[in-house]
């Protein structure tokens, strides 16, 4: 398929938040494709041979000759995502239950088969930042490469996560609120690709109270464990916003049109007990012996056959994941409007101003 225009400001992101400089060669190679992807053939006057800097990026831009615009496009778009994959893949160490450091807000460890995903904010309940949603699809990206057979998603501290950093939408780009909006949108639509198309067993171990989206992506995975702790709880409505994580579509198909309802329109929270009466939880185990319990079970898991697993998981989902990227994109493209709305810019302002919580 070739990248679109929205993969292409998803890369072009996804540069700026590289965390080792590519060098000089790769840098030069992405700046030619920018520019032929953008103005098509280079069409600047050749720099004086003394100007180096400006004459090596004539010579790579100059290099791609008549390459069509939508190549150079695609171009750009794999090779930023080469160098994400090898820097995210650099992380996975092999070895025992190694913490991965060069992630801000996640902990990543490897071991016995089982990559585990950990949310590493407990000061702000594990609220998803920006740069937290990078890591997140670098992660699932790694995971999904390594040696590892299923890969778990868990909180830690006493919140499972508390959904989207309500404080994201206060970093105003040059462009303004819309450009935010649509920057936000094309992240968001990234951000649930990654899930969509996750091909080993995802498992959500939900330790604590979980929030907004990390609760409607639950819907694409593949076991959720939870603790009797766990609520439940997407309060769109309070907060002027609509659907994500394909939950207009999964949800309704788990749980029944109208509980679906009372969760995404009305903002009920549910209890452990009751999302697994619902069938959006697999099991609920008490608090106590919940870690102990949910690893026992998951290292047995762990040891079947990975390929037998794959391929399994590719037979349940595979029908669905057309159906499902639309949705995505729909609800993407719906909430970058109601991110504008003046009912989501109340709701974030009385949270931010500390007037009103959930
Ligand atoms: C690309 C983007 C797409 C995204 C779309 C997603 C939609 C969603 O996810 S909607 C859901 C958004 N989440 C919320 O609305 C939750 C807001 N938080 C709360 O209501 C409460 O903090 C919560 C009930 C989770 C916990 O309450 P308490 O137990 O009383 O703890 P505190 O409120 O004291 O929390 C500690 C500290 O963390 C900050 N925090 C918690 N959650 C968030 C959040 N989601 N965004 C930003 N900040 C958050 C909270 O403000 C506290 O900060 P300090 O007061 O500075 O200590």
């Not at 794999?78 to 893949?89: A, G, K, Q, R």
């Not at 439940?232 to 109208?258: D, N, Q, V």
């Not at 608090?287 to 079947?304: C, G, N, P």
């Not at 994109?329 to 500390?354: G, Y």
Request: charged share 25%; glycine share 6%.
């Amino acid at each position: 398929m070739r990248a679109s225009q929205e993969d292409f400001e998803s890369a072009m992101n996804q540069v700026k938040l590289l965390k080792k400089d590519p060098g000089n060669e790769v840098k030069l190679r992405l700046y030619a494709l920018y520019k032929q992807a953008t103005e098509g053939p280079c069409n600047m006057p050749k720099p004086g041979v003394f100007d180096f800097i400006n004459k090596a990026k004539w010579d790579a831009w100059n290099a791609l000759g008549s390459l069509p615009k939508e190549t150079a496009r695609q171009n750009y778009v794999d090779l930023v995502s080469s160098l994400t994959s090898s820097e995210s893949s650099s992380q996975v160490k092999p070895g025992a239950d190694r913490e991965q450091q060069e992630y801000e807000n996640l902990v990543v460890t490897s071991e016995d088969g089982i990559t585990k995903i950990m949310f590493n904010r407990p000061t702000r309940k594990n609220a998803i930042s920006t740069q937290m949603y990078q890591e997140i699809m670098l992660a699932l990206k790694a995971a999904s490469k390594d040696d590892s057979t299923i890969t778990v998603v868990t909180g830690n501290g006493d919140y499972y996560c508390s959904g989207n950093d309500l404080a994201n939408f206060t970093d105003i780009p040059p462009g303004g609120v819309e450009e935010k909006a649509k920057q936000s949108a094309i992240m968001l639509r990234d951000f649930v690709g990654t899930f969509i198309d996750f091909p080993k067993p995802l498992i959500a171990v939900v330790n604590g109270p979980a929030v907004g989206i990390s609760v409607t992506i639950l819907g694409l995975f593949d076991a959720v464990y939870a603790s009797d702790r766990a609520t439940f709880h997407t309060p769109f409505s309070h907060l002027g916003l609509s659907p994500e994580g394909c939950a207009s579509y999964t949800f309704p198909k788990i749980m029944g049109p109208a509980k679906a309802t009372e969760m995404l329109i009305f903002g009920k929270k549910l209890t452990a007990g009751e999302a697994c009466a619902q069938g959006l939880v697999t099991e609920v185990f008490p608090d106590s012996t919940f870690q102990k319990e949910v690893w026992t079970r998951l290292k047995a898991y762990s040891k079947l056959p990975p390929n037998s697993m794959r391929i399994s998981k590719q037979v349940i989902r595979n029908m669905e994941k057309e159906k499902l990227h639309a949705v995505n994109a729909e609800e993407s493209s719906v909430l970058q409007e109601r991110w504008l709305s003046d009912e989501c810019i109340n709701a974030t302002m009385n949270f931010l101003s500390k007037k009103a919580k959930l």
